[in-house]
């Protein structure tokens, strides 16, 4: 095979062939001697510089120019490359003999005789403009978001990193950043569907985009978050003109499809950055400042200080915690008897989840029920509750009490999941206890967050014979239209409206008007929180028929709530 391939071809190459290779090449191929001056040029550099090789040859440097020789820079390199006997390689903008503007890549190395002394340099040049192009979409694709062409969040990185490096070389150079998130974008998503929700964000972009001042540059972070960083001096006036950017932003609606859909945000401030050393750690601290405006109530803003960051971790060991004392037994069920205000006879038990903390002891439910919300971890803990206590009604029914009924909380984030009914379901086939033993307490905010969804899960447990209780009635908003809307059997009279039952008149009429109510819808009603006998007193004689509180039992442990039903039991038999 070698010596068919080698047919033709002189043992040795000649000149000839050396010349052809050089002059047809299909890269330009410029040679330099140890001096930097021209050897020769090869026809593919007149072909991509557009210029003859004579003019080449006697081109005045010059970034940007026609083909260059840069005599000192240039040699400069060159003999670097002696010394450190490598390659280099660079990519430069060329204004062509034609007057188009093309990048070239240009590649130089020594080439040297076998005993290693330099003969002469050899410049490759090849024409990379259309690969620059198609870096420079790449490269656009990753730092801007395609939904509204604003920087996305790898490119506000970039923007932070740059503040950060001049900031360090500035005394006086500052900046701020405000992280802002649409309040119950979810809502719009569920009602009026994903394409149009991606328009509204699209229109929110837009808005932000035409207010913003030339100090400030806006980004979108993804899904319904933005952000804002504005460059200034004063960090005070920056982050007063972020929060009433945002403010201007959403004080007018925005017109989707011809309707006028107002939105809030609650927004997050770090008001001076220059001190930060990484980017990831301004973003970070802007979310906690964000997060603090939503549990204000949403549609505000607030500033960030070192607590909040000092909460946040709190917060994210605490939830880490929850995570594994759910399958240890640091988590238990506590039941808190609901009895007849009068006699005390227990009608039933309303569950209610504990923490036991292995370092902190009791962690109360206001704490850690918020951060199960915030995760999935909130359908394991409703899951695991409404199956032990399910279990426990049991055991509490074998102490001669066969009509105890349970009530037990469902969470909005619950209530929000699809399979949510399915899964209940499921729990209460499995108890081997009547689906009409069964209390689900539902607050008024779940159902504003999703009454649609709400009202699916309460028709089919319904259907099935479980009932429901409107928990802390009241305190919430369009409380009687829920009643007329949803298959409600209970209203649990919140503690707010009992503190003040026994002391104050206007109190005790608003107690007298919520039973009068209830009589008229056919509704039971307990009431909550009742602690002193005055309070109690007052509820029996209006007729409340079902009452619980600390005066008659705090939450139990099942073992201490056996205990308690057979003391209520009494030795012959259930009082």
Known sequence: MSHRLSQGFPAEPGPEIFRLLFQRSGEGITLLDSQGRLLAMNQGIREIFAADLASLAVAIPGDGSPYVNEPVARLAR???????????????RVTRGDGAVVWVREAARPIRDDDGNLLFFALFHRDVTRAKLIEDQFLHHASFDSLTGLPNRAGLLERLWEFLRRSRGDANADFSLAL???????????????????????????????????????????????ALLA????????????????????????????????????????????????????????????????????????????????????????????????????????????????????????????????????????????????????????????????ADLGRMRARGFPDLTMSVNLSGRQVARPDCADSLLEVIGASGQPASSLHLEITESVLIENAGQAARVMEALAARGAS???????????????????????????????????????????????????EALSLSV?????????????????????????????????????????????PDGPQ
């Open 231 to 390: 460059d200034s001096d004063d960090s005070d006036a920056s982050a007063n003109a972020l929060a009433e950017l945002v403010r201007e932003a959403m004080s007018r609606p925005f017109v989707l499809d011809d309707v006028d859909i107002f939105l809030t945000a609650s927004a997050g401030i770090v008001a001076s950055c220059k001190s930060y050393s990484r980017p990831e750690h301004i973003l970070r601290d802007a979310d906690s400042a964000m997060l603090s405006a939503k549990r204000a109530g949403k549609d505000t803003f607030r500033l960030f200080d070192p607590e909040m960051f000092s909460r946040a971790s709190r917060t994210l060991a605490l939830r880490n915690d929850l995570k594994k004392s759910l399958g240890v037994g640091d988590i238990f069920v506590a039941y808190q008897p609901i009895v007849h205000p009068k006699t005390g006879h227990p009608h039933g038990f309303e569950a209610l989840v504990r923490w036991n903390h292995p370092e902190r002891g009791m962690v109360s439910p206001a704490e850690f029920i918020p951060l199960a919300e915030e995760t999935a971890l909130i359908q394991s803990l409703g899951l695991y509750v409404l199956k032990t206590a399910l």
């Open 468 to 518: 429901f209780s409107l928990d802390d009635f009241g305190t919430g908003h369009s409380s009687l239209s829920y009643l007329r809307a949803f298959p409600f059997k209970t209203l649990k009279i919140d503690r707010s409206f009992v503190a003040d039952v026994a002391t104050d008149p206007r109190g005790e009429a608003l107690f007298r008007a919520i039973l009068q109510l209830a």
């Open 180 to 226: 802002l998130d649409l309040d119950r974008f979810g809502a719009v998503n569920h009602s009026l569907g994903h394409i149009s929700g991606d328009q509204l964000l699209a229109e929110v972009a837009s808005r932000l985009h035409e207010l913003e001042p030339p100090n400030v540059l806006t980004a979108r972070l993804g899904g319904d978050e933005f």
């Open 78 to 92: 060159l003999h670097g490359l002696v010394n450190d006997q490598e390659r280099f390689t660079r990519d430069w």
């Open 526 to 570: 307990v009431a909550e929180g009742v602690e002193t006998t005055a309070q109690r007193d007052i509820i029996v004689s209006l007729g409340c028929p079902a009452a619980q509180g600390w005066l008659y039992a705090r939450a139990m442990p099942l073992a201490l709530a056996l205990d308690w039903l057979d003391g209520a039991r009494g």
